[in-house]
T-cell receptor, first 112, second 114 residues
Framework: NAGVTQTPKFQVLKTGQSMTLQCAQD?????MYWYRQDPGMGLRLIYY???????DKGEVPNGYNVSRLNKREFSLRLESAAPSQTSVYFC???????????FGAGTRLSVL | QKEVEQDPGPLSVPEGAIVSLNCTYS??????FMWYRQYSRKGPELLMY????GNKEDGRFTAQVDKSSKYISLFIRDSQPSDSATYLC??????????????FGKGTKLSVKP
């Protein structure tokens, strides 16, 4: 039962470097989400995709881009990483007929 | 005022205690209410799901929703050390598209001491 798989689990970047966080789900869900979680701030939505081929901004989209590659995969890209993007990133998915979201294990990102 | 307010704790209780976790919210359009549990260095996992007002019980866990007061609660009976985690409330106004997006509380960190 893989569910939602995120790679990598850990990453350290230098300021200005770029990277892509990968997310894949095997539950045939239509909707996928990217969150960041910071101490004292809770989970904040970065981008979401309600269906294959569509993406929309969430609460904190600045500095990020996303791609819904197909129904299974939703990637998050940092073009020029900044220390303020040091965080734990979670991907989630849900079926459009309900709003229960299933989360991956997270990616811990440090930007130095 | 944030849409969802949750006391971050931390909350420390002895094993066997009854734990009460709460969230308040301001958006009267919310109809779906959830509690997620997040163990350290793991992703959140769904614990309880309720629609509209009322109570729902699952083993040692009871979720209550009072829409008139815009207040939701999670009760844990006979708490165990394995219940030590951060508990996040979440809610939405519907499902599908942006309506299905969840608004999360900041989470309450619970520690149950043996």
């Amino acid at each position: 039962n893989a569910g939602v798989t995120q790679t990598p689990k850990f990453q350290v970047l230098k300021t200005g470097q770029s990277m892509t966080l990968q997310c894949a789900q095997d539950m045939n869900h239509n909707s996928m989400y990217w969150y960041r979680q910071d101490p004292g701030m809770g989970l904040r939505l970065i981008y979401y995709s309600a269906s294959e081929g569509t993406t929309d901004k969430g609460e904190v989209p600045n500095g990020y881009n996303v791609s819904r590659l197909n129904k299974r995969e939703f990637s998050l890209r940092l073009e020029s990483a900044a220390p303020s993007q040091t965080s734990v990133y979670f991907c989630a998915s849900s079926e459009n007929s309900q709003n229960i979201q299933y989360f991956g294990a997270g990616t811990r990102l440090s930007v130095l | 005022q944030k849409e969802v307010e949750q006391d971050p704790g931390p909350l420390s209780v002895p094993e066997g205690a009854i734990v009460s976790l709460n969230c308040t919210y301001s958006n009267s359009a919310f109809q779906y209410f959830m509690w997620y549990r997040q163990y350290s260095r793991k992703g959140p996992e769904l614990l309880m799901y309720t629609y509209s007002s009322g109570n729902k019980e699952d083993g040692r866990f009871t979720a209550q929703v009072d829409k008139s007061s815009k207040y939701i609660s999670l009760f844990i009976r006979d708490s165990q050390p394995s219940d030590s985690a951060t508990y996040l409330c979440a809610m939405s106004g519907g499902y599908g598209g942006s309506q299905g997006n969840l608004i999360f509380g900041k989470g309450t960190k619970l520690s149950v001491k043996p």
